[in-house]
């Protein structure tokens, strides 16, 4: 039985569904486990089109540092969590199908770069878009060369240090987002796009996506182990600790 991750499949298409919508989908060692046996079931069920969307006011919080503050060893617990994370957002980049997010609210910390390693983004027009981890005195996780690579240099710069929010126009403008829908039009939407691509020649469209993809970044696992090893070694820090349990505590964080 799943908790955090429902998974379906019919006419080719995989419906994978963050499905903790009350707690806003949070990102931890669970439900990764549930999401990596997703991902590794569309690929057995030969899928031509991976949907994966949310249920709940966002598409997903990000990391659930709940989680992280309850730890013994939370350098360790976070090693595990960005290494299982960054297995599904290589798998999902690697998979023949084509990958649609279907992002409806708040894309936040994690869940950002999860719903971008799709290969089209569908967003409503209440979806935002945020990454945030140098506000609890982390480092920026899962997939940032595949953030410069779609928003561009300066960009990533400012969603990274600045902290900014982008909103559902913006990340449109930017390429990020393929089509903009009002939310009540989304699931739709989404639904008659998945099976447009699924009756398509799958063949060419896993051969395209694989040419584009090798041309913008050729080896994202690279990129990915750097960034495990920089939030491990963050996590353990003073600003880390501080940065995690200022966040709990809801004050200000105090950092050295």
């Known amino acids: 039985m799943s908790t955090y991750v429902s998974y379906s499949h019919a006419d080719g298409v995989a419906r994978i569904t963050l499905n903790d919508g009350d707690r806003g989908n949070p990102i931890h060692a669970d439900?990764?486990?549930?999401?990596?046996?997703?991902?590794?079931?569309?690929?057995?069920?030969?899928?031509?089109?991976?949907?994966?969307?949310?249920?709940?006011?966002?598409?997903?919080?990000?990391?659930?540092?709940?989680?992280?503050?309850?730890?013994?060893?939370?350098?360790?617990?976070?090693?595990?969590?960005?290494?299982?994370?960054?297995?599904?957002?290589?798998?999902?980049?690697?998979?023949?199908?084509?990958?649609?997010?279907?992002?409806?609210?708040?894309?936040?910390?994690?869940?950002?770069?999860?719903a971008a390693s799709a290969d089209v983004v569908l967003a409503g027009r209440k979806a935002k878009f945020s990454l945030g981890y140098t506000k609890i005195g982390l480092s920026v996780d899962g997939g940032t060369s595949l953030l410069v690579n779609t928003l561009g240099l300066h960009r990533v710069l400012r969603l990274t240090l600045l902290n900014d929010v982008m909103d559902a126009e913006e990340a449109l403008a930017a390429g990020l987002v393929a089509r903009l829908y009002e939310n009540d039009e989304l699931t739709e939407a989404a639904d008659a796009l998945a099976a447009s691509l699924a009756a398509g020649p799958a063949l060419a469209f896993a051969a395209t996506k694989k040419l584009v993809r090798d041309a913008a970044e050729p080896a994202p696992e690279a990129v990915l182990r750097s960034e495990s090893l920089s939030i491990r070694n963050l996590a353990a820090s003073a600003d880390g600790v501080e940065g995690v349990r200022s966040f709990l505590e809801k004050r200000p964080a105090s950092f050295g």
């Open 31 to 114: 439900q990764i486990v549930e999401l990596q046996a997703a991902v590794r079931r569309a690929g057995n069920d030969s899928a031509r089109v991976i949907v994966l969307a949310s249920t709940g006011r966002f598409f997903s919080v990000g990391g659930d540092l709940a989680a992280f503050g309850s730890q013994d060893d939370v350098a360790a617990y976070i090693d595990d969590l960005a290494e299982g994370l960054h297995r599904v957002i290589s798998d999902l980049v690697r998979n023949p199908a084509i990958v649609i997010s279907v992002v409806h609210g708040p894309a936040a910390g994690a869940g950002f770069p999860l």
